[in-house]
């Protein structure tokens, strides 16, 4: 077990370096230059030409990727060691915005707050992080229940009920669903409050920045209320999707492990059909429904763009739409990159939590 | 002697009578057949006929121009007679916007499925076929891709490109690629050591021909299945886009952006600008979801003759 993870870890590492590089490109994909397109259309041509002098892009290519991953302080004294090593006379390097590359966990400042983009993720990952978490509670508390009776029940109303709505819960687009989430229950019921993540009259101190988990740290009941009705309904319009796919899935892994054939004998030596269920068939068919929790990941990250959007979710979703309206490259390619790079580890986990619920399974 | 004539006669007839093939259907014929018997199946393709004839034939018969359509004395109007929709910000029949936003989610399905289908087919058969080094370096390439969230490579795509509905085809259409690619290299992979692919290779096929005469044409059943499903998530990705403002401008009738014009009214509680653009796009993806589950049940060898 301990050498697969090692080996999987290692091979992990050309991935990343191919996202990094995609990532790297991404503003290169850019028509014209980044620089003329981060200003206006009537901007002097200086101006551009300081852009491309302060971001480094008037180097060639491979340089820039270095730099990007390295920091321009490293590139800069290499560069000054490699010449005095070649017996030039050079001047020591001066660096005016020191950025020290993404390997030294650098994401470089967005070009609208100017603020450092690790900073902004520290304030805004929780946020996003919660909303996922919560959704992916909702979706698994009623999608895998949903999926279990619809098996059991196979073809009944129930089956045909709950397949029919989770088929249409993966037709739905969920900013849609969002907005009619948010019409009738904030703007027509008035039940839930509309937007962010805590109302403005409560008081709340931030430790983590995951309020409820701050809350409960602090013992804030009221905050801890105002916290969770505001969670409610993006999370419930977040976890549509993975609920609609956990219950089919679930549905599937579960018929089939009802066919075979040591459930006819758990049947024949008279066990109670509650223990063949759960015990028997349940076990054996959640190995594939872990596997699609685990792979939800990925829809959570980027279903937070479209939802966060929707809720005003001060998340790192809303952030990427607003750097896209904002043209905030760097935003977008910072976040870009921390979201593959979860994308990545989640799916490790996964495979390696194959071994541990599924001793069939025997990593060499 | 006789007798041993009228035995042996008698013998052929039952071993005639007893071999008598049923007719023989082919694979698509035999699924042809147990498509039409499900009846989500039966939904699906009614719907998907539908939207086909609607995004072809409205914008023939019902012409329309965007640019100059606006009827200000007639903003945001709820549904009534004369006006099945109800109205928009700019006074516009929603009714007819939603038709003509058939055609061009039709265009971007087919467009964006078409080339990843193309391009992920064509490097997943080559991969499986050549294996070795091609193999590992296509392979690896895709992987990277999957890497990231399929929507959010696509936000980046077009966020770089710039706005518009053909970068929106484009990015829809990258970001699937690996998936073909992946599925053509399994199907290649298990073809290739079939016995009809060595007999080709002994009477001197080819690769080409091999590639595109024998293995294309046996691993043509998964990849259509994901064909149809995928038009389903293109249209719903590129309404996606559209709605943050990167996929089709306004004022091209996109359901998409149509939802994003109409997200602004949302606090006054014009629910019916945000209903039908939202209910078209539901019903078209789960249109072509139904039919993707249909034709997998129905091609997939393991379920015939039962």
């Known amino acids: 077990m301990l050498r697969y993870t090692i080996r999987r870890l290692i091979a992990m590492i050309p991935t990343l370096i191919g996202v990094s590089v995609i990532v790297f490109l991404f503003v290169h994909l850019i028509p014209g230059d980044p620089a003329t397109a981060m200003l206006r259309e009537n901007a002097p041509a200086e101006l551009a030409e300081r852009i491309r002098e302060e971001l480094g892009l008037n180097k060639p290519l491979y340089v820039q990727y270095l730099v990007y991953m390295l920091g321009n302080d490293t590139v800069a004294q290499t560069e000054y060691a490699l010449a005095r090593l070649l017996g030039q006379v050079v001047e020591p390097p001066v660096i005016k915005n020191p950025y020290h590359g993404i390997l030294r966990g650098d994401l470089g400042r967005s070009l609208v707050t100017k603020d450092t983009i690790s900073s902004q993720l520290r304030q805004r990952f929780p946020a996003t992080f919660e909303l996922a978490m919560a959704a992916m509670l909702v979706a698994t508390i009623i999608g895998v229940p949903a999926g279990i009776v619809s098996a059991i029940r196979r073809n009944s109303l129930i089956d045909t009920t709950s397949m029919f709505f989770s088929l249409v819960g993966v037709s739905m687009p969920i900013y849609w669903l969002g907005m009619m989430a948010l019409m009738l229950f904030a703007v027509v019921l008035h039940w839930v409050p509309v937007g962010t993540r805590l109302g403005v009259d409560v008081n709340l101190r931030h430790v983590t920045n995951f309020y409820l988990l701050d809350s409960l740290i602090t013992g804030n009941v009221a905050a801890l209320g105002d916290a969770l009705r505001h969670l409610v309904v993006p999370a419930v319009v977040l976890g549509t999707v993975p609920m609609a796919i956990l219950a089919r899935m679930t549905r599937s892994s579960m018929l089939e492990a009802l066919n075979q054939d040591y459930i006819r004998t758990a049947h024949a030596k008279g066990l109670s059909e509650r223990a063949v269920v759960l015990g028997h068939a349940l076990k054996n068919a959640l190995l594939p429904v872990v596997t699609v929790i685990g792979l939800q990941v990925g829809f959570l990250l980027s279903g937070a763009i479209l939802t966060e959007s929707i809720f005003s979710w001060p998340g790192i979703g809303r952030w990427v739409y607003e750097s896209i309206i904002y043209r905030d490259y760097p935003v977008i390619q910072g976040v870009t990159l921390i979201i593959a790079l979860i994308f990545v580890v989640v799916n490790l986990i996964v495979d390696l939590s194959y071994a541990v619920i599924d001793p069939r399974i025997w990593y060499q | ?306």
């Open chain 2, 1 to 306: 002697m006789v007798a041993l004539r009228e035995f042996s006669m008698a013998v052929s007839a039952e071993t005639l009578t007893g071999f008598v093939p049923r007719r023989q259907a082919s694979l698509w014929g035999d699924a042809w057949l147990r498509l039409r018997r499900s009846s989500n199946a039966r939904v699906g393709m009614a719907i998907m006929l539908t939207f086909v004839l609607i995004g072809i034939f409205i914008p023939l018969v019902m012409p329309y121009n965007p640019r100059t359509d606006s009827d200000l004395l007639n903003r945001l109007k709820p549904p009534a007679q004369g006006r099945l929709f109800g109205t928009d910000d700019q006074g516009r029949d929603l009714f007819r916007r939603v038709l003509h936003g058939a055609n061009i989610s039709l265009r971007v399905g087919l467009l964006s499925v078409t080339l990843a289908l193309v391009t992920g087919s064509i490097i997943g058969l080559t991969a499986g076929f050549l294996g070795g080094l091609t193999d590992n370096v296509a392979m690896r390439f895709m992987d990277i891709m999957l890497a990231f969230p399929a929507t959010l490579l696509a936000i980046g795509i077009v966020a770089a490109r710039g706005p518009g509905l053909n970068n929106t085809m484009l990015a829809i259409g990258v970001v699937q690629i690996p998936v073909y690619a992946r599925i053509a290299r399994s199907a290649t992979l298990s073809i290739k050591e079939q016995d009809y692919m060595l007999a080709a290779r002994c009477i001197g096929v080819g690769t080409l021909r091999r590639i595109f005469r024998h293995v294309l044409p046996n691993s043509l059943s998964p990849i259509i299945v994901q064909g149809t499903l995928s038009i389903a998530t293109a249209i719903l990705e590129a309404a996606a886009l559209g709605f943050l403002g990167l996929g089709a401008q306004p004022p091209t009738p996109e359901w998409g952006a149509m939802l994003a014009d109409g997200y602004k009214y949302l606090t006054i509680g014009a629910w019916w600008v945000l209903l039908f653009p939202g209910v078209a796009i539901m019903l078209t993806v789960l249109g072509f979801n139904l039919l993707g589950d249909g034709l997998r049940d129905a091609l997939d060898p393991r379920l015939r003759h039962d």
